[in-house]
């Protein structure tokens, strides 16, 4: 049981550390990145964004390509690296710098010549290297931005909010950076699956 107790202060320490790092550090240029605040991230699903209930897509990275899935009978990707709103079906794709690749079934394609401004595996590639950056694992903003979480680990996280009891539920409130950052435990530990 000992070791158990110690472990639980081990992992408290190491948050708390990384949110001091954060706060200290990262905090302002975080919640000042509008391309990254578009997203939500998780290491599992990696870039998601609802922009409202009728477009609702993710993004991951591939080796080779972009990939896109879109959940909505249609999504708009407006994204920097096109030159316009780029409208998919519900279904997954692959992007390239030169090309659409949509994947609809195991083994059958559908290969649209489509030219990017920008390479999109490139843009995402410099959106992961933020995160990466601020010693962050995942994030997420809700979408009237009444809070944002920032994860630091499985079992902690930051939240920004001007109202804490929106966003924590059953959670535990550890310690207040300020007036509207906090340090939380979880009360069941993130599910990276």
């Known amino acids: 049981m000992m070791t158990s107790c110690n472990q639980e202060k081990e992992h408290l320490s ?4 990384k949110a001091d790092e ?23 699903s990696q870039f998601s964004r609802a922009t409202d209930s009728v477009n609702i897509y993710s993004v991951f990275l591939r080796e080779d390509a972009l990939g896109v899935h879109c959940f909505s009978d249609s999504c708009m990707l407006n994204e920097a690296f096109n030159d316009a709103p780029l409208i998919l079906l519900k279904g997954s794709y692959r992007l390239k710098q030169d090309s659409i690749v949509e994947e609809i079934s195991y083994d059958q394609i559908k290969l649209k010549l489509h ?35 920032v994860y630091l680990t499985n079992e902690y996280y930051l939240i920004h909010t001007e ?15 300020n007036d509207s950052w906090y340090l939380v435990k979880m009360e ?6």
Request: zero cysteines.
């Open 163 to 177: 109202e804490i009891n929106k966003g924590i539920y059953q959670d535990q409130i550890i310690s207040s950076y």
């Open 14 to 17: 190491f948050a708390q550390e």
């Open 115 to 149: 030219r990017f401004k920008s390479d999109p595996s490139i843009y995402f590639s410099e959106l992961k290297n933020r995160i990466e950056r601020y010693g962050i694992f995942a994030y997420v903003q809700k979408a009237d931005q009444s809070f944002t979480k």
């Open 22 to 44: 954060f706060i200290e550090n990262y905090a302002n240029d975080f919640l000042n990145d509008e391309d990254l605040l578009k997203y939500s991230y998780h290491p599992r």
């Open 188 to 193: 069941r530990p993130m599910d990276l699956g």
